[in-house]
């Protein structure tokens, strides 16, 4: 047992490299007598079956947040956190029904996009740079760092190398490229990503075990560890003492509060994620895809959060740590440091199988990066560029300053990512910060689809005032003792999302009295009609969830 990586594991990895390239570049390549087109670069040129749209949603939603930040939160808090993976499997579905009907019949190239017909060309704007602040300085640059942090860990080299290489990576297909090199290279990358995790969720329970398999390894991690197996945390210990994970995850709130608003923003109004659905051929076959989707986010615990919880049980039971010798010394995680638990793990893979391992790491970190600079030039270009510096911009020019505006996205974030070193659970990082713009955006969103008397001016005020709201919420439980229960940060996004809806509702009303909105979206009951496969599947899926959070309470 050694770290680092050796012949075979270069040989893996490059080999995987190789294969995404390829494929992408050969995706990528002009058709003889066609100039790409904005819906080619931006859409795929509306022709992505099912199964590579949900292949592309677990791919461009799986990243190193997921792999490395998950795995510290199981390490730090144990499997309450697979609450985000099952739960969003639920609003997937809710999703496929009763928000991609609206969007599919508007023929939408982004998610701005549809704010400008339903509310006006201001608001969109305002909410176009909301995203790409949010993309660049929270999306990429926190891929990349924990991206960096397991090269860094795993194979010695130095971060910011890492974290360049990584840049580069995903520059070389994507930029060039488009959402078919994306969406299709991701459906390689899922392959690599639930194999490599797989793998290693093996290899962690068989060590625990002692050899004797998986089966056994997870009884032991589950008596070895059994208030690790609570999907719902209780605020304070059996002692009497403040869970200090409850912080996080406030018990049942998790189910009925917060939660939903990341939740619903992150899969119903994110660019990089729905725009896979929009370069469906038809709604049907998106709807086929959110639904493999959603089955796939059942798997994902068992391969980003099981792993933390292991390494946990691993790093605190004196006789396995001895067995694992000089390696198990190398970058152990601890409390502190939580999100070195799954880049530990992967050292203790054999030969070969380590570089597997990695390559589904690197697929997970490139085909994030990938999709999310691909929507960040999308929606600058089609609607910052072409809406305010050159409205006749034709396909070609469309196209090259998609290229240029993905390129220097990567950059800051390159420059941005090393900032973030010495952040622990960075995927709780994600999550809060990211909820200071998501409650304001989800508020317009769901009054603007659902609401016919939602106005444009109330819109705009609803979503900047948002901001300031959301900041006052996250500083009042600190100073103000009455509101201390606002302490966890998912309430204070619930709330913050409570009160931009009734900013809008009622400045709405006093602007139209009461009156519809002209631009108003009419819903009629067959807008919302699925197929008796969708219908099945979903009940399928809320009935493993049921049982899921049954065993698991």
Known sequence: MTAGFDTWDYVVFIAYAILILGVGLWVSRDKEGHQKNAEDYFLASKSLPWWAIGASLIAANISAEQFIGMSGSGFAIGLAIASYEWMAALTLIIVGKYFLPIFIEKGLYTI??????????????????????????????????????????????????AIIGLALFAAAYSLYGCLSAVAWTDVIQVVFLVLGGLVTTYLALNTVSGGEGIMAGFYKVWDAAPEKFHMVLEEFNSDGSANGNYIDLPGIWVLVGGLWVANLYYWGFNQYIIQRTLAAKSLKESQKGILLAAFLKLLIPLIVVIPGIAAYVMVNDPEIMA??????????????????????????????????????????????????????????????????????????????????????????????????????????????????????????????????????????????????????????????????????????????????????????????????????????KGLFKTTPLFNVGSFVVMIILAVLYAIFW
């Open 323 to 524: 067995s694992l010798g000089e390696v198990g010394m190398l970058n152990t995680p601890s409390l502190n440091q939580a999100d070195r638990a799954y880049p530990w793990l992967l050292q203790f893979l054999p030969t070969g199988l380590k570089g597997v391992a990695f390559a589904a790491l690197a697929a997970a970190i490139v085909s994030s990066l990938a999709s999310m600079l691909n929507s960040t030039s999308t929606i600058f270009t089609m609607d910052i560029y072409k809406q305010y510096f050159n409205k006749e911009a034709g396909d070609k020019k469309t196209v090259n300053v998609g290229r240029l505006t993905a390129a220097v996205a990567l950059l800051i974030a390159v420059l941005v990512a090393p900032l973030l070193d010495g952040l622990d659970q960075a995927f709780q990082y994600i999550q809060e910060y990211t909820g200071l713009v998501s409650p304001g955006i989800l508020a317009v969103f769901l009054l603007g689809l659902f609401w016919k008397k939602t106005t444009n001016k109330a819109a705009i005020w609803g979503a900047i005032l948002s901001i300031p709201v959301a900041l006052v919420l996250k500083v009042l439980p600190k100073h103000v003792e009455p509101f201390e229960w606002l302490a966890p940060w998912m309430h204070q996004m619930g709330l913050t999302t409570l009160l931009s809806m009734a900013i809008i509702m009622i400045l709405s009303n006093i602007e139209t009295k009461g009156a519809d909105d002209p631009k108003g979206i009419p819903l009629t």
């Open 112 to 161: 701005p996009e549809f704010v400008e017909k339903r509310f006006s060309t201001n608001l969109k704007t305002i909410l176009a740079v909301f995203w790409l602040g949010l993309y660049v300085f929270v999306n990429l640059t926190s891929v990349l760092y924990l991206g960096g942090l397991a090269i860094e860990t795993i194979m010695g080299i130095d971060m910011m190398y």
